[in-house]
Each structure stands twice: as structure tokens, then as C-alpha cells.
């Protein structure tokens, strides 16, 4: 589209629009179209611009400029002339196209041709300009002319424009009629207002209530001011909230009012927001505290406190802790600690120096505006108050303050701040700190916090609690990692060899294997009785797990009735006490003996306790007794006979292994027969004395035997 830029700068408008095809068209070409058309235009080259209009489909200009056309041909046909611009009437509507009508009207009249000009503006529906031309031409139909266009303004409710022909002519009365029926209370008010007409009282009433209604109140309010009708005028400037007419009517009116129509001036600014303005206007009404509000809304805080100076107590104190919370807000400190006080809040200047880290001021408040039984009250309460709202550094001070760690301890205990409640227990309560350390591990546990459970178990000695919260939510990795810290290595393997049983034979070896747990693989092979792997692999890598390997091996072989075998094993695992107590388990006392005395004598004596034990609850006290006399114990084997009431054989045990028991048997065996009269009793008892070598009580024994305690006297031959 080169070409056609060039063409409209040349003007050579005929090449633009053979340029252009009308048949294709694209938003582009649309808009070269109407570029020509609008060049074409003001070159006043009518064909061009009639072919652009047909081209873009706008049917009515394209018609039009057709018409124009035909006016130039038959003025040419009728003139001979070669320029049909030249005639007027298509200067003319080429101006009505472009919508200039005033120079159209211009072209009309200086030809003369009235009509055709106040025909243009009837078509256009202009009918006040068509009138004015009849007016400034005198035409002799001009009064038809108004009435017919007032009448058309009636029947097409124009009531307005109807109006304003009759305020032309002077009827003020019907205009003012004719502005209220068609909703224009406020012209029909300026009629009556500047016109100098004996109105009617009825006519004056239905302006204004119509104005009234029509919610003008202030327009309502200046016509009854000019009426001289005040207090309906006050009225209405109050209803239109405008009050400074009201009350500049007041103060010439009605000075009394002024207070009141200030105080509610003031009130119609606040609701608008306009708290700023309201504040003069409360002091004028001599409403104060609606003044201070006004002021300590509008942010005003030096006015406020101006006003404030002047008020009782009771009414200044909640205006002076606005005043000083504006203060804190602004961080000057001072000025909200002195409004604090006059308001009769010391303990919110108490709480701010507290929140801003200034507590020697803090204190300095309390001191010099508190007694003394409140202040630790007030201290808790507002320590309370700082945890509930998570300032928890300041609340631990004001408890620290009144000597209360414990409230610390529990408000950082409920938030969950377990490092600063540590922190207080190690301090204060020492020896509750590994209970605490439980406490928190286990809460921790149940949240589901595991490291930081861990922490705290770990640090309680209770470690053995994390290993069972890790194994629980089969976190064994973790278990096996805290058990090699804190445990020993057996302790580890048994819980890695829990987890390869879990895993199942293969998976549970590689797992071991990729750990590096080489005591638990080892351990892993025995349980399953793969002794061989078992001590290869401890041969090759942990060598102090070889005799851990020969002590499983042997409880194998012992469950397997190997007996001989399991004794070696039993022996090379450094457990000769195990291999002795398999063979006390089967009865088998000799060989038992035997491995007792080649590797664990201190060992001997035990069995042959037991041994003799065994033969006793058979019965066979004499291989009970020999058994005694091996280990040493003839005491053992005395106290069997004495229990047995066997004396005789107590006394010959003791005189041959315990001489020094030989009394205790005798005075045994007298205290048994006392209050017994047998004649053989008594013979035994003084015997036994004899042969103990105590002379006196033998005698002593012998002479209380008596002849009718035996039935043949000769039985005493002999003794």
C-alpha cells in the first residue's frame, strides 16, 4: 500500500482509489477507504467520495453525496456552467453532511432562500432554530410556527422546553407551571425568586414542596429564606445538611439555635468523615467531648489534649489512653507514659516498657504507682498475659522477677519451647532435668518428632526409649544408629539381627553386609545354625566373636544330645561352668568332674555339693555322705544324719572329719530326748556323753537309769 500513501500526499485521488479493491476487504483497505473518503471530502471531489462511502457500505452518505451530485448536474444543465460546486445549495449540503449548520443557515440566507434554511433545521428537528430565522426574517406565519412547536412540546413531553418558550414571552406563571410538571422545581423556584410577580400563595407552597420533594432541600431553604419564610427555611437548610446557611440565618434569626445547629453540623461532618472540620463547630455548640472525639479521630492530638486539660477526670481518663497509645504507636515513649498515668493506666505504660525492652522503666512505673502486695501479682498476670500472646523472653523475665522459674518452665513447656525449657530446669529444678528430658522425648514421640525425641531420650540415659521409637515406625536404620552410640556392640547386633529376621534370610544378610554389622551377620549365621559361615566369617573379620560362635555352636550341639562335642566347643568358647552344668543337668557326675578338675577346679567342690545333693533325695546317704567328705563338708553330712535322727552316725562322721562337732551332736541329741523315760534312750544319750569325754554328764545319765526301765536287768551287763 505504498503506492496508495503516495497517491493521497500527490492528491492524485482518482489513481488512490483505482489503488484500492473493493472487493477485498480487510482491515487495512477499510481504513484506506476512509481515509479517501475523508481527503476526497474536504478536496470536495464529490464522485470520489461518494464511490469510497458506496465501497464501505454506508448506504445513507453514499446516497446523500448522490444527491449532491444530481443538484450539480441539472445546475450545470440549467447554467451551462462547468462547475457545479459552485452552486449553493450543494455548498450548502455539503455542510450539512460535515455538520456544519450554522454555515449552511449562512448559505440559505445570503441567497435568501428562509425556507429552505428553517426547512433544513425542521428536518433536523431543531425547531428553536427554525423559529429564531422566522423571527429574524419576520415571516408572517412565525406565531403559527411557535404554536405548533410549543403544541409538539406538549404532546411530546418536553414540559421543559415548553417552559423556557413561555418564560421568553414573559408568562412566568404558566413557565413556572410548566418547569413543575416537568421536574424542574429549581427554574420554576428561580422564576418566582427574580421575577417581581404577585404570586400566588398556593403557587409559591407547591414550589417549594416540589423542590422538597424533589430532595433540593437547600434550593427549598433559599426560597423560603427569600419568601421570608424562616423557620421553614431552617428546616429545609437542615434537611439538605446545609448548615453553614443555616446557621448564618440563625444567627439573624434565631440566635438560640446556634448551638444546637452547630452540634449538629458537627455530627453531619463526622458521618462524612470529616472529623477534622466537625471539631470547631463541637466547640462552638460547647459539646467537648464530642469535640475531644472529633480530635482524637482526626489524628489532631495536640487539640486533643488542649481539650482535655480543661475536663474532669472522669470524663478525660479513656480520651487520655487513646492519646497515649497514639504515643506508643509513634515510639515516643515518655509522652505515652505520662498519659498512662493521667489516665490511670500505669499498667499499660508497665506492659509497653515491657514490650520495647525498657524494663528498668517498667519497674520504675510499678514502683512509683503500685503497692507492694500488688506488684508480684501484676508481675504473674502480666507475665500470663505476655505467654498467652507469645512473648514468651518477657513473660521468663517477669517470673524471674518474682521468683517463679516454674511458671516459666510450664508457659515454655505448653508452647513447645523445649530448649528454653531445658535451659530453666537445669537451672532451677536439677534434679528433675532427666525426667523432663523423658517427658518431652516421649510427647515429642507421640507428635512424631523423632530426632528431636531422640534428643531428649538420649539425653535422659534413656536411649533404649528412641531405639523402640525408631523400631516402632520401623525407622531401624535410626535404631540401629542410636544403639551403636549409646550401646554396646551386642546390644547393636541383637537389634540389626531383629531386622534382618524381618527382612527375611537373604534380604536381612545383604542388609547386615551393606551396614558393615559384622557381629550381627555373625550372630544372624549362628541363630540359623550356620556355624561354618559363622566362623569363617569371624575368623576373617571379627576374631573376638570366635568364642561368641563355639558358646552357640555347643548350646547347638548340647540341643542335639552331642555331649562330647558340645564339651570341646563348650571348652574353646571359654566356658568350661556351661559344659559342667550340661553334664549336672544329665546326671552325669563323672564326667562333669572330670572337665572341672582339667579346667575349672574351684569348680570341683560345687559338684560334688550337688552330686551329694542328688544321692540324698534318692536316699543313698552313704554315697551322700561321700560325696560331702570329697567337698570338704563334713558338716553337710553331719546335719543330714542329725536330721535323720541318726546321732550315732552324725557323732562317727564327726569324730573322724569334725571333732569339733561332737559336743553339738551330743547336746543335739539330749535336748531331742528330753521328757522321753525309754531306758534305751537314756543308755544312748550317757554313752554319747562318754564317748564326748564328759564325764560328769555321763554319770549324771547313768544313774537316772532305773531297773524298770528295762524288763531283763542282765541288758545292762556290760556297760
Avoid at 440559505?108 to 429574524?136: G, P, R, V
Avoid at 414573559?170 to 422545581?185: Q, T
Amino acid at each position: 500500500m505504498i503506492e496508495f500513501g503516495f497517491a493521497i500526499e500527490a492528491r492524485d485521488l482518482v489513481k488512490a482509489m483505482e489503488i484500492l479493491d473493493p472487493l477485498e476487504m480487510t482491515p487495512e483497505t477499510e481504513a484506506n477507504w476512509k481515509t479517501l473518503a475523508k481527503v476526497a471530502l474536504e478536496e470536495q471531489n464529490i464522485v470520489v467520495a461518494e464511490r469510497c462511502y458506496s465501497a464501505l457500505g454506508d448506504v445513507a452518505r453514499s446516497s446523500y453525496l448522490h444527491k449532491i451530485l444530481k443538484m450539480m448536474d441539472d445546475y450545470k444543465k440549467q447554467t451551462g456552467k462547468e462547475n457545479g460546486l459552485e452552486y449553493y445549495k450543494a455548498q450548502a449540503h455539503l455542510a450539512i453532511l460535515e455538520k456544519q449548520l450554522y454555515k449552511a443557515e449562512t448559505i440559505f440566507l445570503n441567497q435568501n432562500e428562509d425556507e429552505e434554511a428553517m426547512e433544513m433545521y425542521q428536518e433536523l428537528h431543531k425547531w428553536t432554530e427554525s423559529i429564531k430565522i422566522a423571527e429574524k426574517r419576520n415571516h408572517p406565519d412565525v406565531k403559527d410556527f411557535k404554536a405548533n412547536y410549543f403544541k409538539w412540546l406538549i404532546d411530546t413531553n418536553q414540559e421543559g422546553k415548553a417552559a423556557e418558550m413561555k418564560e421568553n414571552e414573559g408568562d412566568y406563571e404558566g413557565a413556572i407551571d410548566l418547569y413543575l410538571k416537568g421536574g424542574l422545581p429549581a427554574k420554576a423556584a428561580f422564576i418566582a425568586s427574580n421575577y417581581a410577580v404577585n404570586y400566588s400563595q398556593d403557587l409559591l407552597e407547591k414550589i417549594a414542596t416540589t423542590l422538597i420533594q424533589a430532595g433540593m432541600h437547600e434550593k427549598a431553604g433559599e426560597f423560603y429564606e427569600k419568601l421570608e419564610m424562616l423557620q421553614k427555611a431552617l428546616n429545609s437548610y437542615c434537611e439538605g445538611n446545609a448548615f453553614k446557611k443555616a446557621v448564618d440565618l440563625a444567627r439573624k434569626a434565631a440566635p438560640a439555635l446556634v448551638a444546637q445547629l452547630e452540634e449538629r453540623w458537627g455530627d453531619w461532618l463526622v458521618s462524612q468523615r470529616q472529623t477534622e472540620n466537625a471539631i470547631n463547630h463541637y466547640k462552638e455548640a460547647n459539646q467537648f467531648q464530642k469535640a475531644i472525639e472529633a480530635a482524637i479521630q482526626a489524628r489532631q492530638w495536640n487539640i486533643s489534649i488542649q481539650l482535655l486539660q480543661n475536663q474532669p477526670p472522669e470524663v478525660s481518663r479513656p480520651f487520655y489512653k487513646q492519646v497515649a497509645r497514639h504515643y506508643a504507636d509513634v515510639k515516643q515513649y515518655d509522652l505515652a507514659e505520662k498519659y498512662y498515668v493521667k489516665a490511670g493506666a500505669p499498667v499499660e505504660a508497665f506492659e509497653l516498657y515491657i514490650r520495647v525492652n525498657k524494663w528498668e522503666l517498667a519497674f520504675k512505673i510499678a514502683r512509683e504507682n503500685l503497692p507492694e502486695s500488688e506488684i508480684v501479682q501484676l508481675y504473674a498476670r502480666i507475665g500470663q498475659k505476655f505467654a498467652e500472646e507469645g512473648h514468651y523472653k518477657e513473660a521468663e523475665r517477669l517470673f524471674m522477677e518474682i521468683q517463679e522459674p516454674d511458671l516459666a518452665i510450664n508457659m515454655y513447656k505448653k508452647a513447645g519451647q523445649y530448649d528454653n525449657m531445658i535451659r530453666l530446669v537445669s537451672k532451677f529444678r536439677k534434679n528433675l532435668l532427666r525426667d523432663t528430658h523423658l517427658s518431652i522425648a516421649q510427647k515429642l514421640e507421640r507428635e512424631g518428632t523423632f530426632k528431636q525425641a531422640e534428643y531428649h531420650y538420649t539425653e535422659s540415659g534413656a536411649w533404649h526409649g528412641a531405639v523402640e521409637m525408631y523400631k516402632n515406625n520401623a525407622m531401624w536404620e535410626d535404631a540401629i544408629r542410636v544403639c551403636r552410640i549409646n550401646g554396646t556392640d551386642k546390644e547393636t547386633s541383637e537389634l540389626a539381627k531383629r531386622w534382618a529376621e524381618s527382612l527375611g534370610p537373604d534380604v536381612g544378610m545383604k542388609m547386615l553386609l551393606k551396614m558393615n554389622l559384622v557381629d550381627a551377620v555373625i550372630e544372624y549365621l549362628t541363630d540359623r545354625n550356620e556355624f561354618q559361615e559363622a566362623f569363617k566369617m569371624a575368623q576373617q573379620n571379627a576374631k573376638h566373636k570366635i568364642r561368641d560362635v563355639h558358646l552357640k555352636y555347643a548350646l547347638f550341639l548340647e540341643d542335639e544330645k552331642r555331649y562330647k562335642e558340645a564339651e570341646e566347643e563348650f571348652i574353646k568358647a571359654g566356658k568350661p561352668a556351661e559344659a559342667i552344668s550340661m553334664y549336672e543337668h544329665q546326671g552325669d557326675w563323672h564326667s562333669a568332674l572330670q572337665v572341672a578338675r582339667q579346667y575349672d577346679p574351684q569348680n570341683v567342690a560345687g559338684i560334688l555339693l550337688n552330686q551329694g545333693k542328688f544321692f540324698l533325695e534318692r536316699r543313698d546317704y552313704a554315697k551322700a555322705e561321700q560325696c560331702y567328705i570329697q567337698a570338704k563338708k563334713p558338716d553337710l553330712a553331719i546335719k543330714m544324719y542329725t536330721e535323720m535322727g541318726q546321732h550315732t552316725e552324725a557323732l562317727r562322721v564327726a569324730k573322724k572329719h569334725a571333732p569339733n562337732l561332737v559336743e553339738k551332736i551330743n547336746r543335739s541329741a539330749v535336748s531331742q530326748n528330753q521328757g522321753v523315760i525309754s531306758g534305751d534312750q537314756l543308755l544312748q544319750s550317757a554313752k554319747l556323753w562318754e564317748e564326748s569325754r564328759d564325764w560328769g554328764r555321763a554319770i549324771e545319765t547313768y544313774l537316772e537309769i532305773r531297773k524298770e526301765h528295762f524288763d531283763d536287768p542282765l541288758t545292762l551287763v556290760g556297760f
